[in-house]
């Protein structure tokens, strides 16, 4: 595809080795060198054990010794591109025709030893950047714009080695050459990742498919692309290997990716890397890498790493994600460095800074703060602040209590290092109206040692029953403990409380009274309180 630089002509020197594995070879010829060896693991077994006779010689002769005659080998600034193609195809050229300006080149791929037609195979003429594929009978037609007196074709078929052809036009055109940037990325697989998500299937077709599995990671570089769909774009079936520097997409595009701005009226879809700003009515989606700022309507999903402002209406969806992720439901990462807030959860696998969520934070090894109504889930986190707090080093405890508003509490205490929280059924030991309770809350460890542990909380208690017989307290709490056990706590502690009763004729206000602000139907004071009780641990 490049013309071929000297990286495949140096001389090497290797001493004999009964067993090696093929990586390993690769890496011994590449040590010290200004190149790498880039190749496809699941087609080049890494693993596999070989022989190495000591050997002195150029590099290109070395891998057709330890390789053999089945692999083609592809310079590249910086690599030595190894692929499996073990066939031969040749171009049978028909009757070419002049439109305009324009040359329409026409033809036959065929398989050089079957003479069988080659369907879906990539038919491109890199400095015009312009590209077909043939059908299932093995025909296309390339059309060339404004060519020199003669243009180098080149073919490409996976399994196939690749083949430039040299084509001389039956007229006479003046112009002016054009080139392409081009630039090679080593890691191929996210293509495929891609193509199997819902949205690749549905949007990315056949001929799409192919052109990327024949091309490879060979792309080129522009200054702007147009798409009214993936199929109908100003790079034509050359979109998926160009990376625009400004792309817009009125329904929806499919490119190698941008190095600028993206906009896409429904969509945009990048084989590869996105930089800077993509933004889209409905999703984006990503094969490679993003940097910068991705926004969608509903949904944004990177496979490889993301970092810099994400934000989506539903759902964003990344690897290894450092900057600040927004998301009206939903946000995932394989790794979250930042902070990550959506509406209903949000899940980081590996480790995490901060996490804010209307309902549910799941993270791995956090360390800042997780904060939700209901569920925070992790490995280790510091300062987990929700309902139900399910820290595997964190502390878990059952306790069984009672305070000055003569209730008996069972309590569930569950944090991390420094916060806990708190859910908790209350009964009262007299009769009233209504005698159950929940308690909820957040609680603080100012002081944790092994004999004694000092304690601070905020909680709220609501009876059952109808409003009119609520009773609603919010106490501030400061609970000294005693350790006589790892497992065991004993605390007795003050507490500050705002009481409310909307049925006066329970007029009781317990402990030491600050202010009653009574009236005939309801009744509310601050007062100061008492609480005790005994802790079960579980660590």
């Keep these: 595809m490049l013309l071929a630089q000297s990286n495949l002509e140096k001389e090497i020197s290797l001493k004999g080795q009964e067993e090696i594995t093929i990586g390993q070879a690769l890496k011994e010829v590449s040590e010290n060198q200004d190149f790498f060896f880039s190749y496809n693991s699941n087609i080049l077994p890494q693993d596999s054990l070989v022989q190495v006779e000591s050997y002195a010689g150029s590099v290109r002769n070395f891998l057709y010794q330890m390789l053999g005659e089945r692999y083609e080998f592809i310079e590249t600034p910086g690599y030595i591109v190894i692929r499996y193609a073990p066939n031969r195809l040749y171009l049978e050229e028909g009757d070419d025709e002049q439109v305009g300006k324009s040359w329409i080149v026409k033809g036959r791929i065929k398989d050089l ?4 037609l080659i369907a879906y195979a990539s038919v491109y003429e890199q400095t015009m950047l312009t590209s077909s594929i043939t059908d299932k009978n093995g025909y296309f037609e390339l059309k060339l714009k404004d060519p020199n007196t003669s243009v180098m074709v080149t073919v490409s078929k996976e399994d196939y ?34 193509q199997d998500t819902f949205f690749g299937r549905m949007m990315i077709g056949v001929r799409q498919r192919m052109q990327g599995l024949n091309i490879g990671n060979f792309f ?56 800077y700003l993509q933004a889209a009515g409905i999703f984006n989606l990503v094969g490679g890498d993003v940097s910068g700022v991705q926004l969608a309507g509903i949904s944004n999903r990177v496979l490889g790493k993301a970092s810099g402002f994400q934000a989506a209406g539903l759902y964003n969806h990344t690897g290894p994600f450092t900057g600040f992720q927004l998301a009206g439901l939903h946000n995932e990462a394989t790794s979250s460095k930042g902070l990550q807030i959506a509406g209903l959860m949000n899940i980081s696998e590996g480790n995490t800074e901060n996490q804010i969520s209307g309902l549910i934070n799941i993270g791995k090894k956090v360390t800042g703060f997780q904060l939700t109504t209901l569920l925070n889930e992790a490995d280790s986190s510091a300062y987990p602040i929700g309902l139900i707090n399910i820290i595997k080093t964190g502390e878990k405890s059952f306790t069984l209590g009672y ?69 609603s307290l919010a106490s501030m709490k400061l609970l000294p403990a005693f350790s006589p056990h790892k497992n065991i706590k004993l605390f007795c502690g003050p507490s500050l409380n705002f009481l409310m009763r909307q049925n006066a004729e329970e007029n009781h206000i317990p402990g030491w009274v600050i202010e009653d602000n009574s009236n005939a139907t309801r009744v509310q004071a601050w007062y100061m309180g008492l609480s005790v009780g005994l802790q079960f641990v579980i660590i």
């Design 220 to 275: 080129a570089e522009m200054p702007a692309q147009v798409s009214l769909v993936p199929r109908l774009s100003t790079h034509g079936m050359m979109n998926s290997q160009i990376i625009n520097h400004a792309s817009f997409n009125i329904i929806g595009g499919y490119t190698a990716g941008t190095n600028g701005v993206e906009l896409g009226g429904i969509f945009n879809i990048n084989r590869k890397d996105a930089n």
């Design 403 to 471: 305070d000055e508003l003569k209730y008996s509490m069972f309590t569930v205490r569950t944090g991390g290092t420094y916060s806990y929280g708190i859910v908790g059924l209350a009964h009262a030991t007299e009769d009233r109206t209504y005698n159950w309770a929940i308690d909820a809350g957040l609680g603080l460890h100012f002081v944790n040692t092994k004999w004694f542990d000092l304690d601070g909380e905020l909680v709220s208690r609501t009876s059952f029953g109808p409003p009119e017989t609520t009773l």
């Design 113 to 116: 030893e079957s003479d069988e």
């Design 161 to 194: 080695r690749d083949t430039t052809f040299m084509l001389l036009p039956p007229f006479d055109i003046e112009a002016t050459q054009k080139k392409g940037k081009f630039r090679y990325y080593p890691n191929g697989a996210g293509d495929e990742n891609l």
